[in-house]
């Protein structure tokens, strides 16, 4: 009797293992290859959005992969740990190239140059973006969308202040004192629960004041970071904060959501940040509140009155890799194809405006087919990818930096505050530059004009 | 010829039969000792044991937390760490973090816990509401904080026309430190409560017909009574002061410029911001040095006072 319940139980037991390996494996429904991509925990109504264009899209598109995407607010921590274990998803999202990089550098994401070869993505993206996510000549990322920083206004609040839509950066600047006068906040934003946001900032002061030939320089180790430009551009964006131009004293208690909803609520004319807000801002201006006309967008206006006007601060949203223990490396390398299409481009920026600004060279996007705010996104990213083009841009600093110099960037608010002076906070940012650069983590970027 | 003193080895053939049964015996209960505490033991070696080793040794690396390219570089993460100005002021909050704890919250834990000692009927009730902070999770606790409190648009601050104290570097700390020390003392009356109704009460009855002041029943009376439970509970604060991390991350995340960055933010900022995940176990060393600290000190006073 015993023996039989203990022949019983290690049945069970088998049975239960064979059922959860059979889960763990590749193997999806009807024969397909499951595909894992693991994307940052977005608002339900886009990831709907996700799941329609992307997810059934590409699933109906062929018969042999089956798509999951995982949403999660930790997912870059998560990405994190399984890869130090060789797990994690087929398709890794990741903070950006100089991620990647980092990543690639240990061995754990996949060359994608064959696939690059095999798509012919060098010929379809733009070579900035493409030559980013290179280490040593092989190609180990792609952005899923270029962003710039520039300025969103409330034309209802600028009507009221009795003002126009600022052309140069002096009218930006008086702009914001005749709010401040009139008891509302110069503009609005903050870093309330992601530090990071400061990168925005130091870095549109280095590409608007040093320019982004300076960076480049500094980057490539020609020049030091406390050159006086840098210095300059560090100490002009400490002026700018100081002068309550960065939500005023309340910076550090906003964040990007409550700062559009102050927008929409006309306590400010402005908000100054990366381009990649308008996702937010669709939640308060919309057809539905009946307010999208309010809202406008434009480039930040040249500081340096020698500098091309727009001059972007260009970043990417995120970075798309393989992962090196992906046992589906071709599906993962079809899917990444399919994010770079014309087609998926146009279908996830009909709903879903801000984050999808493909680094299509050709970016073919008529921004008269779209409707809310996606159209004035459409409008600005075809904007930037011709000034991309034109080589007029500066880099941002999520982007483009190794990571603990980034890290040591977010800290850009101890200069602010008056707790160190710019020289000491460069001297600082050299240190952990030099460190580094010797561990060859500096990703190759294209030289652009200053 | 060699002689020796020692007496000739029994063999086991030679033993009674009952001291051989009773040898079989302990032999066997020791095994199956061993074996009832081998998942435990095994559990703590797996998931402490073997991490705290590992930490130590990545302490002495350039780790970046991916992949397995490590170099030993010494006392090189200490040394940074150590000349790093930021690393001083994590330090500083943590001792100040410290003494908020060990005297606002005990305070009030005892105070509460004194008050509803003689309430016997309503106490369950308080009892409950008070422990509500401390079973919601930090990230509930820090949400309502952070947007009625703190929201300098529609929260308290905001409403009183006066900067929430989270902006400021001059109060951030104290802002973070208020939340979970609101979350905190609940849990302290509890515990405090549970050691006060230990007293004899024949000893609080000899003490008031003896005509004591309740300040003195409670000096002479109370007090020694729940030493254990309070030199517990403070040695227990020491440690998690140097282990803070949840409300400082959720609240402020160690800003405005550092101001409130505390010893676990600083590690934290390493190992998943700049991939130096050296640096972070380096930071994570000392941090436990100074929990060892106070758990050596514990069991010193423990000892001494079973001695006595």
Redesign the interface.
């Known amino acids: 009797m015993k023996r039989k319940r203990l022949v019983a139980a290690a049945i069970g037991i088998a049975a239960a293992a064979a059922i959860t390996l059979a889960g763990c494996s590749g193997s999806g429904a009807g024969g397909r290859q499951t595909l894992q991509l693991w994307f940052w925990g977005a608002p339900p109504q886009q990831q709907q959005t996700m799941k329609k264009v992307l997810v059934d899209e590409f699933n109906a598109s062929q018969k042999k992969y089956n798509l999951q995407v995982n949403f999660n607010n930790a997912v870059?921590?998560n990405v994190?740990v399984a890869?130090?274990a060789n797990k994690g998803p087929d398709i890794v999202y990741g903070s950006g190239p100089s991620f990647s990089a980092?990543?690639a550098?240990?061995?754990?994401l996949a060359d994608m140059t064959p696939y690059a070869k095999k798509y012919g993505w060098e010929d379809r993206i733009l070579p900035t973006m493409y030559q980013a996510g290179t280490v040593d000549g092989k190609l180990y990322s792609l952005p899923n969308s270029i962003e710039d920083i520039g300025v969103f206004y409330n034309k209802k609040v600028l009507d009221k202040l009795g003002v126009g839509i600022p052309k140069t950066y002096d009218d930006l600047v008086a702009d914001m004192d005749k709010a401040a006068a009139a008891g509302l906040y110069p503009s609005v934003t903050g870093?309330?629960?992601?530090?990071?946001v400061n990168q925005n900032y130091i870095s549109l002061f280095m590409a608007q004041v040093a320019g982004g030939k300076t960076t480049y320089d500094a980057l490539q180790g020609t020049i030091p970071w406390t050159d006086p430009a840098m210095v300059k551009a560090v100490q002009d964006s400490a002026d700018f904060y100081k002068k309550g131009y960065l939500g005023g004293?309340?910076?550090?208690?906003?964040n990007f959501d409550?700062s559009v909803q102050?927008l929409s609520k006309e306590?400010s004319p402005f908000m100054i940040g990366p381009s990649l807000i308008f996702q937010f801002a669709s939640n308060y201006f919309n057809d539905k509140a009946g307010n999208t006309s309010d809202l406008g967008y434009m480039p930040f206006p040249s500081i340096e009155g020698d500098r091309p006007n727009p001059y972007a601060t260009l970043g990417t949203t995120a970075s798309l890799s393989i992962n090196a223990a992906s046992k589906n490396k071709d599906g993962a390398a079809a899917v990444i194809d399919y994010m770079m299409s014309d087609k998926f481009t146009k279908e996830m920026n009909k709903s879903w405006p801000g984050y999808w600004a493909v680094p299509l060279k050709n970016f073919d996007l008529n921004a008269d087919e779209y409707s809310g705010l996606s159209k004035p996104f459409v409008t600005a990213m075809k904007d930037t990818i011709a000034g991309v083009n034109e080589k007029h841009y500066g880099f941002f600093v999520g982007t483009f930096f190794p990571?603990?110099t980034?890290?040591a960037f977010?800290?850009i608010?101890?200069v602010?505050?008056g707790?160190e002076s710019a020289t000491e906070f460069l001297k600082n940012v050299q240190t952990t530059f030099d460190k580094e650069k010797a561990k060859g983590l500096v990703p190759p970027i294209p030289e652009p004009v200053n | 010829m060699v002689t020796t003193l020692a007496p000739a080895p029994v063999s086991a053939s030679t033993r009674p039969p009952a001291a051989r049964r009773r040898n079989t015996h302990l032999r066997k209960r020791t095994l199956v000792n061993y074996a009832l505490v081998a998942p435990a033991l095994l559990l703590s070696i797996i998931i402490v044991v073997i991490p705290g080793i590992l930490t130590l040794l990545f302490a002495f690396t350039d780790w970046s937390g991916v992949g397995f390219n490590v170099d030993f570089i010494g006392i090189q993460n200490f040394q940074d760490i150590l000349a790093d100005p930021v690393f001083a002021t994590s330090l500083a909050n943590n001792i100040k973090w410290l003494v908020l704890f060990l005297t606002i919250p005990v305070v009030i834990g005892l105070l509460t816990a004194m008050l509803l000692l003689r309430r016997k009927r309503i106490r369950t009730f308080y009892q409950v509401i008070y422990l509500m902070p401390y079973v919601l999770a930090p990230v509930v606790n820090a949400l309502i904080w952070q947007t009625v409190i703190y929201n300098p648009n529609g929260g308290v601050f905001g409403l009183l026309g006066i900067q929430p104290p989270t902006a400021m570097t001059a109060t951030s700390l104290y802002a973070a430190a208020a939340v979970d020390m609101w979350h905190y003392w609940g849990f302290l009356t509890i515990v405090y409560l549970g050691a006060l109704r230990q007293t004899p009460v024949d000893q609080v009855e000899a003490a008031i017909v003896d005509g004591a002041s309740g300040w003195k029943v409670f000096r002479h009376v109370y007090l020694p009574s729940i030493r254990s439970t309070l030199l517990l509970m403070g040695v227990m604060t020491v440690i998690f002061s140097f282990l803070a991390f949840d409300y400082v991350f959720l609240l402020t995340q160690g800003g405005p410029a550092h101001s409130s960055e505390v010893m676990g933010t600083y590690a934290y900022a390493f190992a998943f911001s700049s991939f130096e995940f050296g640096k972070a176990a380096a930071v994570g060393i000392i941090m436990s040095f100074f929990g060892l600290l106070a758990s050596i000190l514990y069991t010193s006073i423990s000892r001494r006072e079973l001695v006595r």
């Open positions: 870059d921590k994190q890869l130090s980092a990543y550098a240990q061995g754990k870093n309330q629960g992601w530090k990071p004293k309340d910076y550090s208690t906003l409550q102050l306590k990571p603990a980034a890290t977010t800290d608010d101890s602010w505050l707790k």
